[in-house]
Protein backbone atom coordinates (compact mmCIF):
# COMPACT_ATOMS: atom_id res chain seq x y z
CA UNK A 1 0.00 0.00 0.00
CA UNK A 2 1.68 3.31 -1.35
CA UNK A 3 2.08 6.39 1.63
CA UNK A 4 0.42 8.62 -1.23
CA UNK A 5 -3.29 8.05 -1.43
CA UNK A 6 -4.66 7.97 -5.20
CA UNK A 7 -8.13 7.25 -6.23
CA UNK A 8 -7.90 3.88 -8.74
CA UNK A 9 -9.40 5.43 -11.35
CA UNK A 10 -11.62 8.24 -12.76
CA UNK A 11 -13.53 8.31 -15.75
CA UNK A 12 -15.40 11.38 -17.23
CA UNK A 13 -16.31 12.34 -21.47
CA UNK A 14 -14.59 13.47 -23.95
CA UNK A 15 -14.31 17.64 -23.74
CA UNK A 16 -14.88 17.60 -20.15
CA UNK A 17 -12.96 18.17 -17.24
CA UNK A 18 -11.07 15.90 -14.60
CA UNK A 19 -9.45 15.94 -11.08
CA UNK A 20 -7.35 13.28 -9.85
CA UNK A 21 -6.13 13.54 -5.89
CA UNK A 22 -3.21 12.66 -4.28
CA UNK A 23 -3.06 12.06 -0.35
CA UNK A 24 -0.30 12.35 1.78
CA UNK A 25 0.51 13.66 5.20
CA UNK A 26 2.60 16.29 7.16
CA UNK A 27 6.12 14.47 6.17
CA UNK A 28 5.63 14.60 1.98
CA UNK A 29 3.12 16.39 0.67
CA UNK A 30 2.52 18.74 3.48
CA UNK A 31 6.60 19.65 3.59
CA UNK A 32 7.51 18.78 -0.34
CA UNK A 33 6.58 20.07 -3.88
CA UNK A 34 4.35 17.11 -5.48
CA UNK A 35 4.74 16.22 -9.17
CA UNK A 36 2.78 14.69 -11.46
CA UNK A 37 3.28 11.81 -14.28
CA UNK A 38 1.34 10.31 -17.21
CA UNK A 39 2.04 6.98 -18.24
CA UNK A 40 0.52 5.75 -21.13
CA UNK A 41 0.15 2.11 -21.80
CA UNK A 42 3.50 0.74 -22.26
CA UNK A 43 5.39 3.50 -22.22
CA UNK A 44 7.75 5.40 -19.55
CA UNK A 45 6.29 7.66 -16.95
CA UNK A 46 5.87 11.20 -18.44
CA UNK A 47 6.28 14.56 -16.35
CA UNK A 48 3.12 16.44 -16.71
CA UNK A 49 3.78 18.92 -13.69
CA UNK A 50 6.41 19.86 -11.16
CA UNK A 51 6.58 22.01 -8.40
CA UNK A 52 2.93 21.51 -7.01
CA UNK A 53 1.76 23.75 -10.52
CA UNK A 54 4.28 24.31 -12.73
CA UNK A 55 4.02 22.99 -16.25
CA UNK A 56 7.57 21.49 -18.15
CA UNK A 57 7.64 23.05 -21.74
CA UNK A 58 5.34 21.04 -24.47
CA UNK A 59 2.53 20.31 -21.45
CA UNK A 60 -0.38 21.91 -22.74
CA UNK A 61 -2.29 24.18 -20.28
CA UNK A 62 -5.31 21.72 -20.47
CA UNK A 63 -3.00 20.09 -16.99
CA UNK A 64 -2.91 22.08 -13.99
CA UNK A 65 -1.59 21.31 -10.53
CA UNK A 66 -2.80 22.61 -7.30
CA UNK A 67 -1.58 21.85 -3.63
CA UNK A 68 -3.39 22.69 -0.59
CA UNK A 69 -2.14 21.23 3.41
CA UNK A 70 -1.32 17.30 2.77
CA UNK A 71 -2.93 17.17 -0.68
CA UNK A 72 -2.71 17.63 -4.11
CA UNK A 73 -4.79 17.88 -7.28
CA UNK A 74 -3.83 16.85 -11.15
CA UNK A 75 -6.50 18.67 -13.21
CA UNK A 76 -7.43 18.07 -16.94
CA UNK A 77 -9.79 19.99 -18.95
CA UNK A 78 -11.31 19.65 -22.45
CA UNK A 79 -10.45 15.53 -22.29
CA UNK A 80 -9.36 13.82 -25.36
CA UNK A 81 -8.90 10.51 -25.75
CA UNK A 82 -5.38 10.65 -26.00
CA UNK A 83 -5.16 11.21 -22.04
CA UNK A 84 -5.94 7.83 -21.22
CA UNK A 85 -3.35 6.73 -19.10
CA UNK A 86 -2.52 6.18 -15.58
CA UNK A 87 -1.40 9.07 -13.71
CA UNK A 88 0.85 9.36 -10.52
CA UNK A 89 1.61 11.68 -8.02
CA UNK A 90 5.12 11.95 -6.67
CA UNK A 91 7.29 13.89 -3.91
CA UNK A 92 9.56 13.45 -1.24
CA UNK A 93 9.48 12.17 2.15
CA UNK A 94 11.07 14.10 5.29
CA UNK A 95 10.77 10.89 7.22
CA UNK A 96 11.70 8.29 5.38
CA UNK A 97 13.82 9.98 3.28
CA UNK A 98 13.64 8.85 -0.30
CA UNK A 99 11.01 10.18 -3.17
CA UNK A 100 7.50 8.01 -2.66
CA UNK A 101 4.95 7.89 -5.58
CA UNK A 102 0.89 7.20 -5.58
CA UNK A 103 -0.56 4.12 -6.29
CA UNK A 104 -1.74 5.51 -9.93
CA UNK A 105 -4.81 6.16 -10.98
CA UNK A 106 -5.97 4.88 -14.33
CA UNK A 107 -7.78 7.61 -16.35
CA UNK A 108 -10.53 6.34 -18.65
CA UNK A 109 -12.27 8.91 -21.28
CA UNK A 110 -15.43 7.54 -22.26
CA UNK B 1 15.77 17.32 -25.39
CA UNK B 2 18.03 14.99 -22.93
CA UNK B 3 17.59 11.82 -24.27
CA UNK B 4 18.55 8.62 -21.91
CA UNK B 5 18.41 4.70 -22.11
CA UNK B 6 18.87 2.08 -20.36
CA UNK B 7 20.91 -0.90 -21.44
CA UNK B 8 22.09 -4.32 -19.66
CA UNK B 9 20.97 -8.10 -18.79
CA UNK B 10 17.41 -9.21 -19.05
CA UNK B 11 17.62 -11.82 -16.65
CA UNK B 12 19.26 -12.40 -13.67
CA UNK B 13 19.87 -15.57 -11.27
CA UNK B 14 18.53 -15.24 -7.48
CA UNK B 15 21.14 -14.08 -5.40
CA UNK B 16 23.28 -12.51 -7.97
CA UNK B 17 24.24 -9.18 -8.84
CA UNK B 18 21.78 -6.53 -11.35
CA UNK B 19 23.67 -4.53 -13.44
CA UNK B 20 21.90 -1.47 -15.79
CA UNK B 21 24.05 1.18 -17.27
CA UNK B 22 22.18 4.36 -18.47
CA UNK B 23 23.53 6.37 -21.40
CA UNK B 24 22.84 10.06 -21.63
CA UNK B 25 22.88 11.97 -24.77
CA UNK B 26 22.02 15.95 -26.25
CA UNK B 27 23.00 16.52 -22.04
CA UNK B 28 25.40 16.17 -20.01
CA UNK B 29 25.44 14.15 -16.64
CA UNK B 30 28.23 16.57 -15.65
CA UNK B 31 25.79 19.41 -15.31
CA UNK B 32 25.39 20.90 -11.75
CA UNK B 33 21.61 21.55 -12.29
CA UNK B 34 20.90 17.71 -12.17
CA UNK B 35 20.93 14.22 -10.36
CA UNK B 36 20.61 11.29 -12.09
CA UNK B 37 18.53 8.55 -10.88
CA UNK B 38 17.29 5.10 -10.80
CA UNK B 39 13.38 4.18 -10.32
CA UNK B 40 11.81 0.69 -10.66
CA UNK B 41 8.34 -0.30 -11.53
CA UNK B 42 6.49 -3.69 -10.50
CA UNK B 43 2.88 -4.81 -10.18
CA UNK B 44 2.98 -5.19 -6.89
CA UNK B 45 5.18 -2.52 -5.50
CA UNK B 46 3.98 -0.11 -8.29
CA UNK B 47 7.04 3.29 -9.10
CA UNK B 48 9.36 2.22 -5.91
CA UNK B 49 12.56 5.19 -6.42
CA UNK B 50 16.13 3.22 -6.01
CA UNK B 51 18.14 6.25 -5.44
CA UNK B 52 20.53 9.00 -7.24
CA UNK B 53 23.28 10.62 -7.64
CA UNK B 54 25.15 14.64 -8.70
CA UNK B 55 27.66 15.26 -10.61
CA UNK B 56 29.91 15.22 -7.39
CA UNK B 57 28.92 11.45 -7.03
CA UNK B 58 26.87 12.32 -4.23
CA UNK B 59 24.02 9.64 -3.62
CA UNK B 60 20.56 9.27 -2.22
CA UNK B 61 19.04 5.94 -1.63
CA UNK B 62 15.68 4.66 -0.64
CA UNK B 63 16.58 3.09 2.64
CA UNK B 64 14.64 -0.20 1.95
CA UNK B 65 17.32 -1.30 -0.33
CA UNK B 66 20.36 1.18 0.28
CA UNK B 67 22.51 -2.11 1.82
CA UNK B 68 22.16 -3.25 -1.49
CA UNK B 69 22.47 -0.50 -4.21
CA UNK B 70 25.53 1.12 -5.46
CA UNK B 71 24.87 3.93 -8.10
CA UNK B 72 27.94 5.53 -9.97
CA UNK B 73 28.48 8.06 -12.32
CA UNK B 74 31.04 7.99 -15.41
CA UNK B 75 31.42 11.87 -17.02
CA UNK B 76 33.99 10.30 -19.38
CA UNK B 77 31.09 8.07 -20.76
CA UNK B 78 28.33 10.21 -19.66
CA UNK B 79 26.43 7.33 -18.54
CA UNK B 80 25.26 6.08 -14.60
CA UNK B 81 25.00 2.88 -13.42
CA UNK B 82 23.18 0.63 -10.78
CA UNK B 83 23.75 -2.27 -9.00
CA UNK B 84 21.59 -3.93 -6.95
CA UNK B 85 23.28 -6.86 -5.02
CA UNK B 86 21.78 -10.02 -3.83
CA UNK B 87 18.72 -10.45 -5.69
CA UNK B 88 15.43 -12.06 -5.59
CA UNK B 89 12.15 -12.54 -7.46
CA UNK B 90 11.07 -9.44 -5.99
CA UNK B 91 13.25 -7.34 -8.02
CA UNK B 92 12.09 -8.12 -10.95
CA UNK B 93 10.71 -4.80 -12.67
CA UNK B 94 11.09 -2.76 -14.91
CA UNK B 95 13.88 -0.57 -14.10
CA UNK B 96 14.33 3.36 -15.35
CA UNK B 97 16.92 5.62 -15.40
CA UNK B 98 15.98 9.25 -15.35
CA UNK B 99 17.03 12.97 -15.06
CA UNK B 100 15.99 14.42 -11.29
CA UNK B 101 15.67 17.88 -10.38
CA UNK B 102 16.37 19.55 -7.53
CA UNK B 103 12.71 19.05 -6.29
CA UNK B 104 12.93 15.42 -7.04
CA UNK B 105 10.87 15.41 -10.06
CA UNK B 106 12.22 12.78 -12.71
CA UNK B 107 11.99 15.30 -15.91
CA UNK B 108 13.41 12.95 -18.96
CA UNK B 109 12.69 8.95 -18.71
CA UNK B 110 14.66 6.04 -20.56
CA UNK B 111 12.16 4.06 -21.84
CA UNK B 112 12.96 1.52 -19.45
CA UNK B 113 13.88 -2.27 -19.27
CA UNK B 114 12.50 -5.53 -17.75
CA UNK B 115 15.18 -7.23 -15.33
CA UNK B 116 13.59 -10.78 -14.59
CA UNK B 117 15.21 -12.50 -11.61
CA UNK B 118 15.13 -16.12 -12.27
CA UNK B 119 16.94 -18.88 -12.56
Known amino acids: QSVLTQPPSVSAAPGQKVTISCSGSSSNIGDNFVSWYQQLPGTAPKLVIYDNDRRPSGIPDRFSGSKSGTSATLGITGLQTGDEADYYC???????????FGGGTKLTVL | QVQLQESGPGLVKPSETLSLTCTVS??????????WGWIRQSPWKGLEWIGD???????NFNPSLKSRVTILLDTSKNQFSLRLSSVTAADTAVYYC???????????WGQGTLVTVSS
Open chain 2, 98 to 108: ARVAYGKDCDF
Open chain 2, 53 to 59: ISYRGRT
Open chain 2, 26 to 35: RGSVSSGDYY
Open chain 1, 90 to 100: GTWDSSLSTVI
